[in-house]
């Protein structure tokens, strides 16, 4: 299958700082990317949505000035999760799809934050 | 708005025993569905996937899902289960360019 890679896998950070997790579609041109958060034994969390060359798009709860999206290219998306606090701490996950109709997503291995 | 829902969040069995997992979704239109795993430690992988055609689809290591329309359902199943299988599961529902998670089901394969 098509290789989604995600950076870093850890990163530490102190409160009130920002961290940027890269998401890169290394062979294939990702139209869509999707950003979750899993929780502790708990499901994947939809954050937002984003298409190339377009505002992301977010889900309800989600605050958008909190986690910048950015996807500038048809291989990158970035999340920034800004302001960081220790509730920020958690697994998060991109996945992307080269769209159309008949098409899977593929996941990048995650990015483990904490927020010290 | 789509929605999934899984049945069981934890389900334990002892190895050799069937197993069938529920998966309900909302959606109005055309929907392509999928199961992915996560072993513990590593990330999600793809089961399989149904996108259209025959409702009854395989997947890797034994794996099988049914999509029944009328019943907006997606149930995964294995006939025998091994230990190996212990992980997450998750079911998940892609409509228009969105892919929406059930809230996973942890299965516990006792040797």
């Known amino acids: 299958g098509a290789v989604v890679s995600q950076h870093p896998s850890r990163v530490i950070c102190k409160s009130g700082t920002s961290v940027k997790i890269e998401c890169r579609s290394l062979d294939f041109q990702a139209t869509t990317m999707f950003w979750y958060r899993q929780f502790p034994k708990k499901s994947l969390m939809l954050m937002a949505t984003?298409?190339?060359?377009?505002?992301?798009?977010?889900e309800q709860g989600v605050e958008k000035d909190k986690f910048l999206i950015n996807h500038a290219s048809l291989t990158l998306s970035t999340l920034t999760v800004t302001s960081a606090h220790p509730e920020d701490s958690s697994f998060y996950i991109c996945?992307?799809?080269?769209?159309?109709?008949?098409?899977?997503?593929?996941f990048g291995q995650g990015t483990r934050l904490t927020v010290v | 708005a789509q929605s999934v829902s899984q049945h069981n969040h934890h389900v334990i069995l002892s190895e050799a025993a069937s197993l069938e997992l529920g998966c309900n979704y909302s959606?109005?239109?055309?929907?392509?569905l999928f199961w992915y795993v996560q072993y513990p430690g590593q990330h999600l992988q793809l089961l399989l996937k149904?996108?259209?055609?025959?409702?009854l689809v395989k997947g890797i290591k034994g794996f099988e899902a049914e999509f029944i329309k009328s019943k907006f359902s997606f149930n995964l199943r294995k006939p025998s289960v091994q230990w190996s299988d212990t992980a997450e599961y998750f079911c998940?529902?892609?409509?228009?360019?969105?892919?929406?998670f059930g809230k996973g089901t942890m299965l516990l394969v006792s040797p």
């Open positions: 959606y109005g239109g055309t929907v392509n």
């Open positions: 998940a529902v892609m409509g228009y360019s969105t892919l929406t």
């Open positions: 996945s992307a799809t080269s769209g159309g109709v008949d098409t899977e997503a593929f």
């Open positions: 149904y996108f259209s055609g025959d409702p």
């Open positions: 984003s298409n190339e060359g377009s505002k992301a798009t977010y």
